[in-house]
């Protein structure tokens, strides 16, 4: 989970650590019993999991994600796959 993080918010891998790790103490002080985001599913009773897998996304540092080239082959091959299947 943590590496699609770093892929799916890049910004994370960007911020200062000290400030991020206040803001994810003050949500964990809430003690909300789920977390809702704007395009995944809600998280509901694991909000202490989020927050440790945005900590060591953010303390892992800025990552690469894919490249344009690693993208087309992966269409491509599902291409292949989808018309192998039909």
């Keep these: 989970m ?3 993080t770093a892929i799916d918010a890049p910004w994370l891998g960007h ?6 790790g ?3 103490a003050r949500i964990e002080r809430l003690d909300p019993s789920a977390i809702i985001s704007g ?3 809600e998280a509901n009773g694991m909000v202490g999991t989020l ?3 945005l ?13 344009h080239e690693l993208l ?3 269409v491509a091959e599902s291409a292949e796959a989808r018309r192998q299947v039909a």
Excluded at 15 to 20: D, H, L, P, Q
């Design 2 to 4: 943590a590496h699609w």
């Design 15 to 20: 911020v200062e650590k000290a400030g991020f």
């Design 22 to 24: 206040r803001n994810l």
């Design 39 to 41: 395009h995944l599913p």
């Design 51 to 53: 927050l440790r897998n």
């Design 55 to 67: 900590a060591a996304t953010q303390a892992a540092g800025p990552t690469d994600g894919p490249d």
């Design 72 to 74: 087309d082959r992966l």
